[in-house]
């Protein structure tokens, strides 16, 4: 939750560079971690748009918009060693920078941290099943 990785949390670059110096200890790597915060405080991209809208008034109507990142000076992915839970012993996961072709404001992503997380919910709902079974209930009774 911290890091906003798989939600709707937007950066921009700025914000990022700062979030990201101040919890540096949670990179696998520090080194590469300040390297991201100079990347980000000085953010390079060279895109193509293509913008296109059209309207005849009778009917036919064009609304194209194109963006192409043809250059982009921050990585694609970097890793963390974060508890996905709190409670839970900290894990290495990959993280990827997704960048909007809109307003190029950053999210963080990591499919790595959703199994991690559907595992760990998994195997805490099959434990408990086990437990209660154990102790004479079964799903049915439950339910």
């Not at 798989?6 to 390297?35: C, P």
């Not at 009778?58 to 921050?74: M, P, W, Y």
């Not at 060693?81 to 072709?101: M, R």
């Amino acid at each position: 939750l911290k890091f906003g990785i798989n939600s709707d949390k937007k950066y921009d670059n700025q914000q990022l560079a700062s979030f990201i110096k101040m919890n540096r200890s949670f990179f696998t790597d520090k080194v590469l971690a300040m390297q991201l915060v100079s990347d980000l405080r000085n953010l390079k991209i060279k895109a193509d748009k293509i913008v296109e809208n059209f309207s005849d008034k009778r009917g036919s109507q064009t609304d194209l918009r194109s963006v192409a990142i043809k250059e982009c000076n921050i990585p694609e992915k970097f890793y963390l060693n974060i508890p996905v839970f709190k409670g839970f012993a900290p894990q290495t996961i990959e993280v990827e920078l997704e960048i909007s072709p809109n307003d190029y404001s950053i999210m963080l992503v990591s499919a790595e941290a959703e199994e991690i997380m559907q595992n760990i919910r998994l195997n805490a709902i099959t434990g408990e099943i086990e437990l209660l079974s154990k102790i004479g209930f079964t799903c049915l009774e439950l339910i």
